[in-house]
């Protein structure tokens, strides 16, 4: 159980880093990692909810605040640019082979890609208080967004020079954003975004993982972690198998832990005692109503109670859940992130 009681007045910040440490607290941040969907706040939108207006880093931070949460801002940093050519559809390829990727390349990975009104918000959210994080484009992902889902996948065998090359490219990118980025605001944690996970598992073998994935990771993650960086990944689907993979890769962390994709977080942490979550609160009982709702914070509370382990929604709200089950949803995650410090 946390101790309780010696934290009294620290900030969302200060809470969060207190918590992914196992220290201390006298209560859980109450956070929604993820924005809301525009189909869902248009829905909440008709039912009352006033939206505010976007501010430089969304409208999250403003709806959170709404809600009465705990604030957060985050900073997608793009390796593309304006000038980058568009997938015609999802899922489908912006190159095919090497050639396409020189004729793109120069759009790719900008120098001055760090907005600095957007790096003011940051720096404004962490001097307030909130807690701050980035994302940038993992080297699963990033591949798949140039190549396409399917040529993607056929890349790994076809195409594993050129596969190299762009996770390279992308590492030294990465790079320069840390330095770059760090110059200016520390984070207190970032995400790869990389998504390599349905739900029958991982996409990829755990040979191919180490070939193609692994010395990448080895050579961006240490200079985040030399800043104090906390490193998460942010996949979908069962990643129960690959959690591993990325331990050995210097991952601190997960998240959503989809629950419709059958990841058990009580078995999760048994197996990885000193592993951070964030997510995992199963979205499809939302609209069961309350009491639905209180037995899946139940299952929940004793992971809580451990520390490591921020719960929030294990991806986006569904438009189907009204305003009204939401704000129940807010009430019980508040009520929870308290009991799960009570002696």
Partial sequence: MIPTGQTAGLT?????????????????????????????????????????????????EALQRQFGLDTHAQY??????????????????????????????????????????????????????????????????????LLGIERHLFSFYDQPGLYHRICADLADFHLHVIERLCEVVTPDFMTFGEDMSYNNGPMLSEEMFDEFMLPYYRMVIPELKRRGVRVLIDSDGDITQALPWFERAGIEGILPLERQAGVDLLKLRERHPRCLFIGHFDKMVMPHGESAMRGEFERLLPVMRQGGFLPSVDHQTPPGVTLEQYLT???????????AVDA
Wanted: net charge negative.
């Fill in 12 to 60: 969302s910040r200060e809470l969060f880093r207190r918590v992914m440490a196992f220290e201390p607290v006298e209560r859980i941040p109450a956070i929604e990692w993820a924005t809301w969907w525009d189909k869902t706040l248009r829905n909440w939108g008709e039912q009352g909810l006033i939206i505010p207006d976007e501010p430089p880093l969304g409208r999250g």
């Fill in 329 to 339: 949803y807010v009430k019980l995650l508040k009520e929870y992130c308290g009991k």
């Fill in 76 to 145: 997608w940093v793009r390796a593309t640019t304006d000038a980058t050519p568009l997938a015609m559809s999802h899922g489908a390829s912006i190159i095919e082979d090497e050639a396409g990727y020189e004729a793109i390349l120069p759009t790719l990975y900008p120098r001055d890609s760090l907005s600095p009104e957007r790096l003011d918000a940051l720096r404004y959210a962490r001097n307030r208080g909130d807690i701050t994080w980035f994302t940038v484009d993992g080297f699963f992902w990033w591949p798949r967004s």
